[in-house]
Nanobody
């Protein structure tokens, strides 16, 4: 079964840090050739892009997280990370990992189940 499994979410105080991980398992597409992304959805809001990283390692961030979050990948481990520093209450959301086997920023077709991040103010 193809799966993206997120971990690392939790409760943290404002100003703190968390590191999210997403590991692909049972996939039939090439992780190395895929663009990987992190999205989030806060209560009552639409899902939004947080960051993505291309197969070659180029990165893109939402303005709200620039300078605070860092996306990275470890291809031998089929894993993508999101390091989140200087967390704010407004970062509270369910964070989802996604994969785009076509390496396209507009074609994320595989999704994880999400991990909750709660930032207390």
């Amino acid at each position: 079964q193809e799966r993206l499994v997120e971990s690392g979410g939790g409760l943290v105080q404002a100003g703190g840090s968390l590191r999210l991980s997403c590991t692909a398992s049972g996939i039939r597409f090439s992780f190395n050739k895929s663009r990987m992304g992190w999205f989030r959805q806060a209560p009552g809001k639409q899902r939004e892009l947080v960051a993505h990283i291309s197969s070659q390692g180029s990165t893109n961030y939402a303005d709200a997280v620039k300078g605070r979050f860092t996306i990275s990948r470890d291809n031998p481990k089929d894993t993508v990370y999101l390091q989140m520093n200087s967390l704010k209450h407004e970062d509270t959301a369910v964070y989802y990992c996604a994969a785009s086997p076509r390496n396209s920023a507009s074609a994320f077709t595989y999704w994880g189940q999400g991990t909750q991040v709660t930032v207390s103010s």
